[in-house]
């Protein structure tokens, strides 16, 4: 079955840096779109950013130019590099991957498996 497991998360001061990784198994990586997202205390899911099948990204406004999303076909691992931390991107990060045809790569619903997260905690 399909598995996503994340790992790389922890703290950092703010500006700082962290890299995400999500090791996924269970069907051919590269084949599905993939997308990072996050939940903050006391707030709903939100997207970071995704990436489809054939390299085509889009991230989310609060992230644009600040995090980048890689994946690593051979090593079947998706990366989120994220710099320029803030407090504000303080959340649990979860990786997700096989969209629904014709949905958006930054939609929750769009998406059918996903990992267990893991944390970031980003001070000022």
């Known amino acids: 079955q399909v598995q996503l497991v994340e790992s790389g998360g922890g703290s950092a001061q703010a500006g700082g840096s962290l890299r995400l990784s999500c090791a996924v198994s269970?069907?051919?990586?590269?084949?599905?779109?993939l997308a990072w997202f996050r939940q903050a205390p006391g707030k709903e899911r939100e997207a970071v950013v995704g990436i489809a099948k054939y390299g085509e990204t889009a991230y989310a406004d609060a992230v644009e130019g600040r995090f980048s999303i890689s994946r690593d076909n051979p090593k079947n691992t998706l990366y989120l590099q994220m710099n320029s931390l803030k407090p504000e991107d303080t959340a649990i990060y979860y990786c997700?991957?096989?969209?629904?045809?014709?949905?958006?790569?930054?939609?929750?619903?769009?998406?059918?498996?996903w990992g267990q997260g893991t944390q970031v905690t980003v001070s000022s």
């Open positions: 269970g069907y051919t990586f590269g084949t599905e779109s």
């Open positions: 997700a991957s096989h969209r629904v045809h014709g949905r958006s790569l930054l939609e929750e619903s769009s998406f059918l498996f």
